[in-house]
């Protein structure tokens, strides 16, 4: 019962979790519109959002966990930082090269943190060359050829990046990778997928030389994508009858497919997780 009620509120963690970061990207999509960071609601909301998230994400670690337990509440930690630096500094000249070289490096404190968690080649190099670039962003920003426009550029690009990353993330985190691999390879659906973007490669070669609504082959591959997917945004349309025929085919055989596709994967994965969970038990006992 206390083991039921525990993943029970670790999935509320969670959701609550990922529902915060949701917000908090939809307000730093807004920094991308916005030339120069200004002190008001957005910035503070987002800061106080983030902060938010990972004192949940702390939680939801325990401290059994402790290298991540450490890195969600040193980073939340610098976010109350942040917040207190942008209330302190407000009417300042040194506020936005402050926050800025207090978010690269709290961005440089998880490079460290994933090193020493995954120490792989490849992980490994990864993270040192963003350490090294951002090491170089903050050497910049202190220079005197920098200036706060600039710093405003770059946190309004890599802001929404994050929180992208750590929704996506959150939102992939109950996914067993391990499993799906060996779905992929069982239900033959990486073949399949093959040959459906192999007919939209042709058709919108096709589609590009018989309509003369299609100029480009940038134009018929969006086209060929939206009937596939069904999305069907209606911006570009086939207007000649062998346009209309090969809209037509691939229209139906993208529904096929995309269905297919969805239910073979649903159940390779539901009986390969449950084979698993039975071989797990009979090893317990």
Do not use: H
Request: net charge positive; proline share 1%; glycine share 4%.
């Amino acid at each position: 019962m206390d083991n039921q009620r525990k993943k029970i509120s670790k999935t509320f963690l969670r959701v609550l979790e990922t529902l915060i970061d949701i917000v908090a990207l939809a307000f730093s999509l807004q920094l991308l519109v916005n030339t120069y960071l200004t002190y008001d609601n957005i910035f503070y909301t987002i800061f106080i959002l983030a902060l938010c998230s990972y004192v949940l994400s702390a939680v939801n670690t325990g401290s059994a966990n402790k290298l991540p337990f450490i890195r969600n509440i040193v980073i939340a930690g610098i976010y109350f930082i942040t917040i207190l630096v942008m209330i302190i500094l407000k009417e300042s000249g040194y506020a936005v090269t402050a926050i800025f070289i207090i978010y690269f490096v709290s961005a440089i404190f998880t490079r460290i943190i994933s090193i020493i968690r995954k120490r792989k080649i490849w992980n490994i190099l990864l993270n040192i060359l963003l350490i090294i670039l951002w090491l170089g962003l903050i050497v910049l920003a202190a220079s005197p050829y920098w200036n706060d426009a600039i710093s405003a550029m770059i946190l309004g690009i890599c802001i929404p990046i994050q929180m992208l990353i750590r929704v996506t993330i959150l939102s992939f985190s109950r996914i067993r990778y391990d499993i799906l691999s060996k779905v992929i390879k069982k239900s033959m659906a990486w073949e399949i997928l093959s040959g459906l973007m192999i007919l939209i490669v042709s058709f919108s070669f096709a589609l590009t030389a018989i309509e003369e609504s299609i100029e480009t082959y940038p134009d018929a591959l969006w086209y060929c994508f939206a009937i596939v997917t069904t999305i069907g945004f209606g911006d570009i349309t086939a207007v000649s009858t062998l346009g209309r025929i090969l809209s037509v085919i691939l229209g139906l055989y993208g529904i096929i497919v995309v269905s297919l596709i969805t239910s073979i994967i649903v159940n390779f994965y539901t009986e390969i997780n449950k084979d698993e969970s039975k071989d797990n038990k009979s090893d317990g006992t």
